[in-house]
């Protein structure tokens, strides 16, 4: 895994079965030895490699933990939310959000 990439490959539990290198649709998956791997400077973390693996091999890096030890470690932590959250996050005004994020001490 490497920790600075989004979406990776679990080695031990790829079969080879290429499903994920057939489905990208920008061809961002390689096989070699044993596994496939993303090419992550053609990746554009689409995140269908993940919903198709049969077996889950590819994952997405989790950084819950380490976001809330941040907030934990009470130094000024800032925000910097993408402009699509108006797509995930629709049902909220923008105010409702800035006042979610400062009750989760951001």
């Not at 790829?14 to 791997?37: L, T």
């Not at 130094?75 to 979610?100: C, D, G, K, M, R």
Request: with cysteine.
């Amino acid at each position: 895994m490497i920790a600075t990439q989004p979406v990776y490959t679990e080695k031990n539990n790829c079969q080879d079965c290429y499903k994920c290198i057939r489905e990208c649709p920008v061809k961002a998956i390689r096989c070699e030895g044993e596994s496939a791997w993303i090419v992550h400077e053609k990746c554009i973390f689409c995140g269908h490699c993940i919903q198709i693996c049969p077996v889950g091999a590819k994952k997405v890096r989790n950084d819950l933990n380490r976001a809330r030890m941040i907030v934990r470690s009470h130094q000024n932590v800032i925000v910097s939310l993408a402009p699509s959250w108006v797509s995930e996050f629709h049902e909220y005004t923008a105010s409702e959000i800035v006042s979610a994020l400062k009750m989760l001490e951001f």
